[in-house]
């Protein structure tokens, strides 16, 4: 069975960056597509960006694309998710997901509270 | 891109049914079976309900159900319980990247 298990909580000043970690136990870590969501607190959910481990590349969603790095470590089999310029705007939730069939994202680590605050 | 359109908010009777909307473009919804829905209980991760619009993962109670018609997709659950009091959220692939919608309180009266 696979698990994502992510990095504890962080706590930020604004400008500065965060780098969050979600390591996979169980299945075959490089073949699936992982990505990154985030919730603001008492908002719906929002796709950051994602990576197929096997092909290195990531993809990223358009508001975040000159502010977010995401990469995957095959040898660990962790994901990262580095947010740059960090502002409050960023206090949010950061979810790591995978696949398992199809196109629904199956496995979702348990959360990292990101705040961002002076 | 914009998310995705769903209700705000939805309720039913125990037993009864309701269907929840999703609505996009012909760029998202409308172009891609790659339409998933998630459940998300207060303080908990979403959990994935439906995927490529009509699938149910192992599970999954067969009360709940997916459908698309154009660029609208709708997730249908039958038999309403108390526990499925929770926020709904529909998902769409697009060609550079996934779309959410702004999801939909579910409360079961």
């Known amino acids: 069975q696979v698990q994502l298990v992510q990095s504890g909580a962080e706590v930020k000043k604004p400008g500065s960056s965060v780098k969050v970690s979600c390591k996979a136990s169980g299945g075959t870590f490089r073949n699936y597509a992982i990505s990154w969501v985030r919730q603001a607190p008492g908002q719906g959910l929002e796709w950051m960006g994602g990576?197929?481990?096997?092909?290195?590349?990531?993809n990223y969603a358009q508001k975040f694309q000159d502010r977010v790095t995401i990469t995957a470590d095959e040898s660990t089999s962790t994901a990262y998710m580095e947010l740059s310029s960090l502002r409050s705007e960023d206090t949010a939730v950061y979810y790591c997901?995978?696949?398992?069939?199809?196109?629904?994202?199956?496995?979702w680590g348990q959360g990292t509270l990101v705040t961002v605050s002076s | 891109q914009s998310a995705l359109t769903q209700p705000a908010s939805v309720s039913g009777s125990p037993g009864q049914s309701i269907t929840i909307s999703c609505t996009g473009t012909s760029s998202d919804v409308g172009d891609y079976n790659y339409v998933s829905w998630y459940q998300q209980h207060p303080g908990k991760a979403p959990k994935l309900m439906i995927y490529d619009v009509s699938n149910r993962p192992s599970g999954v109670s067969n009360r709940f159900s997916g459908s698309k018609s154009g660029n609208t997709a709708s997730l249908t659950i039958s038999g309403l319980q108390a526990e499925d009091e929770a926020d709904y959220y529909c998902s769409s692939y697009t060609s550079s990247s996934t779309l959410f919608g702004g999801g939909t309180k579910l409360t079961v009266l």
């Open positions: 997901a995978r696949r398992k069939a199809g196109s629904g994202w199956y496995y």
């Open positions: 990576i197929i481990p096997i092909f290195g590349t990531a």
